[in-house]
């Protein structure tokens, strides 16, 4: 049996498309090198029907990149990079969602910064608003917040050398795969902490750069908004795109 000729033909039958779970865009996060316009346009000739903008979420970054006005300003200004992208990939059809590389400011050492960061699906500008300053808090703080407001939070690249595994018991699992060119993620060892677990595992580009489109999940074409998209990936055992 081919396994690779029942998967399409699982996707041509269930509708699902691809979809991107971790990207950055120029000028939201200092790593991202493509803007909003130019993901759209790659993105689209890469047949993704979905992408999540995941910019960084760090107090170091809200300081030094949006350094002036209140916490509600800064966070006007980092939804507006994820509404540039929703305006470019609305053309293609392309549906975005908001989600966020959250960094706690608490679980960062002297030495390596950021040490642990996670993964959030689920977010609303709503409560972006409303929830101001989130790398003050601990990642107990975090994931409890995140319960009852239905946000999905999954340690980004957590075998990195520089990064630091979080409490298991305080998040709702792990980016799987990690499709990053210029580091080493030790995929293999996150792969069997998922199995080990029973944690959601993702898999994600980490996209910066023009050719970084290397990874993500299927998703089904019916999701339409940030609060289904959390539901799914809640929910569902997810099939995974690896480069």
Same mark, same amino acid.
Do not use: D
């Given at each position: 049996m081919d396994y690779n000729i029942v998967l399409e033909d699982n996707i041509r039958r269930l509708k699902l498309i691809k979809c991107e779970m971790h990207l950055h865009t120029f000028g939201g996060s200092p790593c991202g090198k493509v803007s909003p316009r130019d993901i759209a346009i790659l993105y689209n000739r890469a047949g993704y029907g979905a992408i999540t903008v995941t910019n960084h979420y760090m107090k170091y970054f809200f300081e030094h990149m949006y350094p002036f006005g209140s916490d509600t300003d800064r966070i006007k200004n980092y939804i507006g990079f994820y509404k540039g992208? +929703? @305006?470019?990939?609305?053309?293609?059809?392309?549906?975005?969602?908001? !989600?966020?590389?959250?960094?706690? &400011?608490?679980?960062?050492?002297?030495?390596?910064?950021?040490?642990?960061?996670?993964?959030?699906?689920?977010?609303t500008e709503d409560f972006l608003y409303n929830n101001l300053r989130l790398y003050d808090y601990t990642q107990r703080e975090l994931f409890e917040l995140f319960n009852r407001n239905d946000i999905v939070m999954l340690q980004s690249h957590p075998f990195r050398e520089y990064c630091t595994?979080?409490?298991? +018991? @305080?998040?709702?699992?792990?980016?799987?795969?990690?499709?990053?060119? !210029?580091?080493?993620?030790?995929? &293999?060892?996150?792969k069997e902490l998922v199995k080990q677990q029973g944690f959601i595992g993702i898999s994600g580009s980490d996209f910066h750069e023009m050719d970084g489109i290397t990874a993500g999940v299927y998703i089904p074409e019916t999701i339409d908004n940030n609060i289904q998209f959390a539901e799914y990936i809640k929910n569902n055992k997810l099939k995974l795109i690896k480069e």
């Open positions: 992208v +929703e @305006y470019y990939c609305k053309p293609f059809g392309i549906k975005v969602f908001l !989600g966020m590389e959250l960094n706690p &400011e608490c679980m960062n050492t002297p030495t390596a910064s950021p040490a642990a960061e996670f993964l959030c699906y689920g977010v595994l979080g409490e298991l +018991e @305080y998040m709702h699992g792990i980016e799987e795969y990690n499709g990053h060119k !210029g580091h080493t993620s030790h995929n &293999e060892k996150a």
